[in-house]
């Protein structure tokens, strides 16, 4: 009898925020201070393979990402989420010990300072369960996502997504409670979201830094979390209701928060550029024009601008054009799936 082929492959899309997640209460369980909100997206995936070694071997991990060797703190990422799946207790001791090959492509457009570890880390747990022989819920592979990035247990569901933050009195409990779950929506509620790529510059500082800064230092985080779980419970009963404007509005609120936050951490975090400021006049212009738009911004310079899928072609034919009359690069997105595994 051969044995059968450990292996799986798997596809996740990014997805952005449209309540904010910033800042853990555990950084080991990667427990969030609050419950976030976001909309999955049709572009910007990942596929991973994960094919294990035959039984014996080193137990050796290794990873590539489009084409290139994954080498130092990228790599050592990669590995310890495969410890965590293959030390659990319900994998069947053949398959406990054994090495794998880890394949990542993404789709994210080359330079357009996306690249997301959301779409990656959501992946990476599908394929990695799967070859390992666990048949999770989606709960359990939102849990799981959740290990390698935060943002990550979102995207193992399609269109609007909530990530509960979880029993917040102890990480045993919160662990267990910490998931991701779609969000039921209107269903005449037609989104869509511009993404305007600005020029990154120097690299900035990664998110898991920047929020445990933020955390220790900034004093409007108390005031972060408390509101921020008002504006989950107020962008659920706008999705339901189908109300775009209140979408709008709780998503660019949540997002200038996050930001004026981390501003004031001591040193401050600034990922705002002058050229993000520009997109947020061209946006608040599109609004005075009657065009509903409303942006968000992560931890990257770049402006993602959400509206009616039927104002998608005004929205970004006027966010193209830039205030010095310079064109600027926008792409489109629409609503997106959750995560898909094969196995073999
Ligand atoms: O999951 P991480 O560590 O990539 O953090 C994501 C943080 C933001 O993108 C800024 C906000 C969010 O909720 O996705």
């Known amino acids: 009898m051969t044995a059968p082929l450990a292996a799986a492959t798997a596809t996740a899309h990014a997805n952005i925020a449209l309540v904010k997640y910033w800042g853990k209460r555990d950084a080991d369980l990667m427990l969030p201070a609050t419950s976030s909100l976001s909309l999955?997206?049709?572009?910007?995936?990942?596929?991973?393979?994960?094919?294990?070694?035959?039984?014996?071997?080193?137990?050796?991990?290794?990873?590539?990402?489009?084409?290139?060797?994954?080498?130092?703190?990228?790599?050592a990422k990669v590995q310890r989420f495969v410890d965590l799946v293959r030390t659990r207790d319900d994998v069947e001791g053949d398959l406990a010990g054994r090495g794998a090959r880890?394949?990542?492509v993404n789709t994210v457009p080359t330079g357009a300072g996306l690249a997301s570890s959301a779409s990656g880390f959501a992946a990476l747990a599908g394929a990695t369960a799967a070859a390992y022989g666990l048949d999770l819920a989606p709960r359990d592979l939102s849990r799981l996502a959740r290990r390698g990035s935060g943002s990550a247990s979102r995207s193992v569901h399609g269109g609007f997504v909530v990530w509960h933050a979880g029993d917040l009195a102890d990480p045993v409990r919160g662990d267990l409670t910490s998931f991701a779950e779609p969000v039921p929506a209107?269903?005449?509620?037609?989104?869509?979201?511009?993404?305007?790529?600005?020029?990154?510059?120097?690299?900035s500082?990664?998110?898991?830094?920047?929020?445990?800064?933020?955390?220790?230092?900034?004093?409007?985080?108390?005031?972060?979390?408390?509101?921020?779980?008002?504006?989950?419970?107020?962008?659920r009963d706008a999705i339901a209701a189908g109300d775009l404007a209140q979408l709008g509005e709780i998503a660019e609120a949540s997002a200038m928060r996050m930001h004026a936050t981390m501003l004031a951490a001591r040193p401050a975090v600034r990922y705002l550029a002058p050229a993000s400021l520009g997109v947020l006049d061209a946006v608040a212009g599109l609004r005075a024009s009657g065009t509903g738009a409303w942006a968000t911004m992560d931890?990257?310079?770049?402006?993602?601008?959400?509206?009616?899928?039927?104002d998608l072609d005004a929205v970004v034919a006027a966010l193209e054009v830039g205030g010095d009359g310079g064109r600027r690069r926008v792409l489109r997105a629409l609503p997106g799936p959750g995560l898909a595994v094969t196995r073999g």
């Open 40 to 75: 999955t997206l049709s572009t910007f995936d990942t596929t991973t393979r994960v094919e294990l070694a035959p039984a014996g071997g080193s137990g050796e991990v290794t990873a590539t990402l489009d084409g290139a060797p994954l080498t130092g703190p990228a790599l």
């Open 102 to 104: 880890v394949t990542s």
């Open 186 to 203: 209107a269903a005449d509620l037609d989104v869509a979201m511009a993404v305007v790529v600005l020029d990154a510059g120097p690299k």
């Open 205 to 235: 500082i990664g998110s898991r830094e920047a929020m445990a800064r933020t955390v220790a230092t900034s004093p409007y985080f108390p005031a972060w979390v408390e509101h921020t779980e008002v504006d989950v419970a107020q962008a």
């Open 299 to 310: 931890a990257g310079p770049n402006v993602k601008v959400l509206c009616a899928r039927v």
